[in-house]
């Protein structure tokens, strides 16, 4: 089957690092960089509410503190929720979206990253541009 064809089930992560809409900003700060992360789905209740990523993370950051230094950033990070910098109703995909359909949207919305979601609703996966890429050339 040609890489393009595939489903991105085949090369989506199925484990994978969520956070809630109330969790404070330094934590997924922490998590990102101890997991080399750069986004990560928004859980509240079992339903995907947003995404966040490393530029959020950034604009927060740049938006209020741009001569601050390391103590002050990760004390305003600390003072911020998820909810006020996720990204709202995310791009998401099915299971059965091909590689080829998935690279489009993630070009098309200039985004990273895509939430897998099944018939429910529920998060079931997500997919970055890294695994797009490894599935495109044989490696997942």
Do not use: W
């Not at 994978?16 to 990102?32: E, G, H, I, N, R």
């Not at 299971?95 to 979601?117: F, Q, Y």
């Amino acid at each position: 089957m040609e890489a393009e064809e595939r489903s991105i089930a085949s090369v989506m992560r199925e484990e994978f690092v969520s956070v809630a809409s109330k969790d404070q900003l330094d934590f997924v700060d922490d998590v990102m960089k101890l997991g080399r992360i750069r986004h990560m789905p928004v859980v509240d209740e079992g339903r995907l509410v947003g995404v966040v990523s490393q530029r959020d993370l950034l604009a927060a950051a740049l938006s209020k503190a741009l001569d601050f230094d390391q103590g002050q950033r990760r004390n305003f990070l600390r003072s911020v929720q998820v909810s006020e910098v996720m990204s709202r109703q995310p791009i998401t995909v099915q299971s059965d979206t091909t590689l080829s359909e998935a690279t489009r949207t993630l070009l098309a919305h200039k985004i990273g990253c895509l939430p897998v979601l099944d018939a429910a609703e529920r998060l079931v996966g997500l997919v970055t541009e890294t695994d797009l890429l490894r599935g495109a050339y044989g490696l997942a």
